[in-house]
T-cell receptor, first 116, second 115 residues
Framework: GAVVSQHPSRVICKSGTSVKIECRSL??????MFWYRQFPKKSLMLMAT?????????EQGVEKDKFLINHASLTLSTLTVTSAHPEDSSFYIC????????????FGPGTRLLVL | AQSVAQPEDQVNVAEGNPLTVKCTYS??????LFWYVQYPNRGLQFLLK??????LVKGSYGFEAEFNKSQTSFHLKKPSALVSDSALYFC?????????????FGSGTRLQVQP
């Protein structure tokens, strides 16, 4: 149990285009999903917290207009990188928190974004 | 603010020997502590957690960790390392805060188990 999927696993796009990444909890309901960014050989940096049915809470320094987050259901959250630039190239990882407040976050396999 | 320190960038151990990956934390109030493992180009896999109760927590793949409140530590241990344990290990802390359960991660420790 507690499986989280992400799609796509890898995406290459041209500068200026938008990219949507999906995060799904496959076998549990997640009231909260989190989006992280990981640079090579670095730790995970929290970008935003996504609550089902409400607006996402962004961390300081993260542009909400550039990284659009939607959490429309208890099993799906999406991150859209708008007008992507090469500096947005990174490994994006989502996680989902179990609804029964077990405190454990389960992570997706990640999406590697390369902006040319 | 909460923080996590993993003082070792890399830990090398021979297969069959015990391993320890160190973690210390700083948080106001009671911490929730986690260990995750990451294999190359993959997401994080949950290993174990401390929420409350026994200070010694047993997790997946034979790993365990001991919560030490006085030393604010949560070191990861395994009695006998396997080559397949080689990966990147992250310690994380969270604190219940008005509905958010955001994790703060340490910088990660690369474990290399030599055959």
């Amino acid at each position: 149990g507690a499986v989280v999927s992400q799609h796509p696993s890898r995406v290459i796009c041209k500068s200026g285009t938008s990219v949507k990444i999906e995060c799904r909890s496959l076998d549990f309901q997640a009231t909260t999903m989190f989006w992280y960014r990981q640079f090579p050989k670095k730790s995970l940096m929290l970008m935003a917290t996504s609550n089902e049915g409400s607006k996402a809470t962004y961390e300081q320094g993260v542009e909400k207009d550039k990284f659009l987050i939607n959490h429309a259901s208890l099993t799906l959250s999406t991150l859209t990188v708008t007008s992507a630039h090469p500096e947005d190239s990174s490994f994006y990882i989502c996680s989902a928190a179990d609804r029964d407040l077990q405190e454990t976050q389960y992570f997706g396999p990640g999406t590697r974004l390369l902006v040319l | 603010a909460q923080s996590v320190a993993q003082p070792e960038d890399q830990v090398n151990v021979a297969e069959g020997n015990p391993l320890t990956v160190k973690c210390t934390y700083s948080v106001s109030g009671n911490p929730y502590l986690f260990w995750y493992v990451q294999y190359p180009n993959r997401g994080l896999q949950f290993l174990l957690k401390y929420i409350t109760g026994d200070n010694l927590v047993k997790g997946s793949y034979g790993f365990e960790a001991e919560f030490n409140k006085s030393q604010t530590s949560f070191h990861l241990k395994k009695p006998s390392a396997l080559v397949s344990d080689s990966a990147l290990y992250f310690c994380a802390v969270s604190k219940r805060d008005t509905g958010r359960r955001a994790l703060t991660f340490g910088s990660g420790t690369r474990l290399q188990v030599q055959p």
